[in-house]
């Protein structure tokens, strides 16, 4: 079993920053692919930034060259967010091994 838990999510103005975070703890062995997923309402979830084990990115084209996933281990993961759009609401979900987060909201307002 793992257990991840989202943090960083809030209320910013458009243009603004976000910094998330993900942490991972439970059953974990090794380094794996990593991510992060948004869901809006009434739209499904999708895929924002994935790092795979190798260490290789990979973005929504939605957020090409404002966002950025890194990790700082095998147990914690972050999406650093700039240039903020209110279309970027949404509930962020960290994913892993597997296992989801509980999401942590992100609002941009106008």
């Known amino acids: 079993q793992v257990r991840l838990v989202e943090s960083g999510g809030g209320l910013v103005q458009a243009g603004g920053s976000l910094r998330l975070s993900c942490a991972a703890s439970?059953?974990?062995?090794?380094?794996?692919?990593m991510g992060w997923y948004r869901q809006a309402p009434g739209k499904q979830r999708e895929l924002v930034a994935d790092i795979t084990s190798g260490g290789r990115t990979n973005y929504a084209d939605s957020v090409k060259g404002r966002f950025t996933i890194s990790r700082d281990n095998g147990k914690n993961w972050h999406l650093q967010m700039n240039s903020l759009k209110p279309e970027d609401t949404a509930v962020y979900y960290c994913?892993?091994?597997?296992?989801w987060g509980q999401g942590t909201q992100v609002t941009v307002s106008s």
């Open positions: 994913w892993g091994w597997g296992f």
């Open positions: 439970g059953s974990i062995f090794g380094i794996n692919a």
